[in-house]
């Protein structure tokens, strides 16, 4: 990985998962991969200046999404978990198969991910708004129908965005409890103060992701 003077892509091991062996996708034009690289080399550029300009980006050094994301057996967990609970959920699990690239990179799609959301945890504003901008881009293109039924509730033609406020909600809510989960877990159990303060961090950067506050 680049040098890394915050400890910001350390965290989830994002650089092990996002190699060359896992990109399958060139002859159909896509290598996320090369695109991972570039990234992290400008945000490792930015991290260092924002040392020097106290950039603390949306959320603080001493807050709970920041104490409980930046243990190592979190950010090498949660991310999983959260991916298995919303595949559960037809309309997230649809939406997410009609739309990605890596249907069959899912490492590549993973680490991705992590980089962006890690980017929003832990970088500076700059970090986090082109983050944000990149994934804004990519959701405007989640929107659709249910093919075929999906159980009594999700008929088909049952319609999702990822601009629903509910489904924006549950991916929220899958990813605060993955990282709660995994932190009692591995680490130590939260207090409950701690636990409070860690889901008001994750409406938060649910809302920066476009989740209207009152979907919580």
């Keep these: 990985p680049p040098s890394d003077p915050r ?3 350390a965290v989830s091991g994002i650089w092990a998962v996002s190699g060359n062996e896992y990109c399958h996708n060139r002859k159909s034009g896509g290598c996320y991969c090369q695109m991972l690289r570039m990234l992290g080399k400008e945000l490792d550029q930015e991290a260092a200046m924002a040392i020097s300009t106290g950039d603390t980006g949306y959320f603080t050094d001493d807050s709970m999404i920041r104490r409980v994301m930046r243990k190592r057996a979190v950010g090498l967990t949660y991310g999983l978990r959260a991916l298995v609970i919303g595949a559960v ?18 490492y590549t799609r993973l680490a ?5 959301f890690e980017a929003v945890f832990f970088g500076t504003r700059e970090e986090a708004d082109r983050a944000l901008v990149f994934t804004g ?6 929107v659709g129908a249910l093919p075929e039924d999906a159980g009594d509730k999700h008929p088909a033609g049952t319609a999702y965005s990822a601009y629903d406020p509910h489904l924006m909600f549950m991916t929220m809510a899958f990813t605060f409890d993955s990282a709660e989960v995994m932190h009692d877990l591995l680490v130590r159990r939260l207090t409950d103060t701690e636990r409070e303060d860690l889901y008001q961090d994750y409406v938060r950067w649910g809302e920066l992701f476009g989740m209207p506050r009152e979907a919580a």
């Design 7 to 9: 400890g910001i892509w």
């Design 89 to 106: 959920h037809p309309l997230l699990y649809v939406g997410t198969a009609e739309t990605t690239q890596h249907r069959a990179t899912p």
């Design 112 to 116: 991705l991910t992590g980089q962006l």
């Design 137 to 142: 881009k990519r959701h405007a293109r989640v």
